[in-house]
T-cell receptor
Framework: AQSVTQLGSHVSVSEGALVLLRCNYS??????LFWYVQYPNQGLQLLLK??????LVKGINGFEAEFKKSETSFHLTKPSAHMSDAAEYFC???????????FGRGTSLIVHP | DGGITQSPKYLFRKEGQNVTLSCEQN?????MYWYRQDPGQGLRLIYY???????QKGDIAEGYSVSREKKESFPLTVTSAQKNPTAFYLC???????????FGDGTRLSIL
């Protein structure tokens, strides 16, 4: 079964600093990969998705993620954090042909002024 | 605008009572899902449906039931058999497998 690991349940950065949220998956076959963001008391919104077209994927709000097959990773980055980026971030992985994505446990991003 | 509507936003359940959470989508998506979210545990799948009149249990289906009589609707009933129902419930849909999910804004269920 697929597993998804998000290192760090909380990540704290200063406003303007680099954001790096880590995601590793277990599948040996490149899956479909997604990052979602959740603001308090809301549902999840898609930030970006990897579907094998390009290893570097650009998303909304200045976020991007790089697919590294050799490391089975799909880390999320943003060059400069903004206060409005404070939220919960989820990595999700879907095996080819599967209707059921596997979600990581989430990383709470805290942005300090 | 297309989207997923969950209602109510907040719901309270008395002991021994069944309650039903509504989920409606106008995205014309075939697949629909129900997740339970507890602090620090991410999303756990309760039930999913790939097509009308068909649904499958997820990882934590005990104490819950669903129906899928229409493409756009996937209501979740939390039965009295679910002893710890307090959680944030999220409904999602996707057009097909391997595509991103669209989420509603959730229903927060508490015990009276």
């Amino acid at each position: 079964a697929q597993s998804v690991t998000q290192l760090g349940s909380h990540v704290s950065v200063s406003e303007g600093a680099l954001v790096l949220l880590r995601c590793n998956y277990s599948s040996s076959v490149p899956p479909y990969l997604f990052w979602y963001v959740q603001y308090p008391n809301q549902g999840l919104q898609l930030l970006l998705k990897y579907t094998s077209a390009a290893t570097l994927v650009k998303g909304i709000n200045g976020f991007e993620a790089e697919f590294k097959k050799s490391e089975t990773s799909f880390h999320l980055t943003k060059p400069s954090a903004h206060m409005s980026d404070a939220a919960e971030y989820f990595c999700a992985v879907s095996d080819q042909g599967s209707y059921i994505p596997t979600f990581g446990r989430g990383t709470s991003l805290i942005v300090h002024p | 605008d297309g989207g997923i509507t969950q209602s109510p936003k907040y719901l309270f359940r008395k002991e021994g009572q069944n309650v039903t959470l509504s989920c409606e989508q106008n995205l014309n998506h075939d697949a629909m899902y129900w997740y339970r979210q507890d602090p620090g545990q991410g999303l756990r799948l309760i039930y999913y449906s790939q097509i009308v009149n068909d649904f499958q249990k997820g990882d934590i289906a005990e104490g819950y039931s669903v129906s899928r009589e229409k493409k756009e609707s996937f209501p979740l009933t939390v039965t009295s058999a679910q002893k710890n129902p307090t959680a944030f419930y999220l409904c999602a849909s996707s057009i097909t497998h391997n595509q991103p999910q669209h989420f509603g804004d959730g229903t927060r269920l508490s015990i009276l």
